[in-house]
């Protein structure tokens, strides 16, 4: 590697930083009362004031530190402007608050994600919960932790008696279709699960917590981090016939899973609809 490109572990390391601080602003801002609540693309789909400032204050950390860095968040876009992306160009990929509508709520599943990503490669990520402290990181190529402890993701081989995590869109169409893919896959599972913030769900498919994980509609900022911790856990993150995690759909199981999960995603259109 270039001795000017910092490595994937550098970048963890500064990821961590800038993101437990993120959450130390996030969680102090909700108990303080949430505030300046606005709505994005439907009117349930919520934006706080936390959401700003948060995301403002992870893009100034890391121009403090790393000032030729570009920074795609979800609040206020791409910084990229005037400055080319060469070879070994870092650009920085944020979720200030994962989960806006449980941190509305006051509900404990929020997380502040932050992936690095190096000539198109996420190469580092970290998901941190802010209402917990906890949190999950990953280089690629040098595995998942938690706490210390290395990740290996679910060890169930039948889709039967498998937990699967999902969530729905904004948009009253687009839930109408998932609906109707949740309706021809529950009686497939063992049961669903839906928490409200895709980077802790695909966490917690790296850990095992839940057996696999499927969505359709996210955004990077969305899977950035989280598809890193879960590929690195040895889950198979990807989207329908070989397309790759993206919009149309992600999906993160085991590879004893992989399959079966993606027959039946197949079978429902899960890609389908708005």
């Known amino acids: 590697m270039d001795e000017m490109r910092p490595t994937p572990e550098e970048l963890l390391k500064i990821a961590a930083e800038v993101a437990q601080a993120a959450a130390v602003t996030a969680r102090r801002m909700r108990a303080d009362g949430v505030t300046g609540v606005d709505t994005k693309s439907t009117s349930t789909d919520v934006v706080t004031a936390a959401d700003r400032a948060v995301e ?89 932790y938690r706490e210390g402890r290395r990740l290996t993701g679910s060890t169930q081989t039948d889709l039967a008696q498998a937990l699967v995590a999902t969530g729905f869109g904004y ?9 109707a893919v949740l309706a021809g896959l529950i009686a497939r599972v063992r049961d669903i699960r839906r928490f409200g913030a895709a980077a802790l769900d695909l966490c917690r498919a790296a850990e095992g917590s839940v057996d696999a994980y ?61």
Request: glycine share 14%; aromatic share 6%; no cysteine.
């Open 56 to 144: 403002r204050q992870v893009v100034a950390a890391l121009r403090a530190l790393r000032p030729e860095d570009t920074v795609l968040g979800e609040e206020y876009g791409d910084t990229r402007g005037a400055r080319p992306a060469g070879p070994g160009a870092v650009r920085w990929i944020l979720d200030p608050i994962d989960g806006t509508v449980n941190y509305l709520y006051g509900l404990p599943e929020y997380a502040v994600s932050l992936a690095a990503e190096v000539d198109g490669v996420v190469v580092a990520g970290v998901v941190r919960n802010a209402a917990t402290g906890d949190e999950w990181r990953a280089v690629r190529g040098g595995g998942a």
């Open 171 to 179: 948009d009253p169409a687009r839930r109408i279709h998932q609906a």
């Open 214 to 274: 499927y969505e359709k509609g996210l955004n990077p900022w969305d899977h950035a981090a989280g598809g890193l911790i879960a590929a690195e856990a040895g889950l198979r993150v990807a989207g329908l016939a070989g397309a790759p995690a993206g919009p149309d759909l992600v999906i993160a199981a085991p590879p004893t899973l992989f399959g079966a999960l993606h027959e039946h995603l197949v079978r429902l259109d899960a890609t389908g609809g708005p």
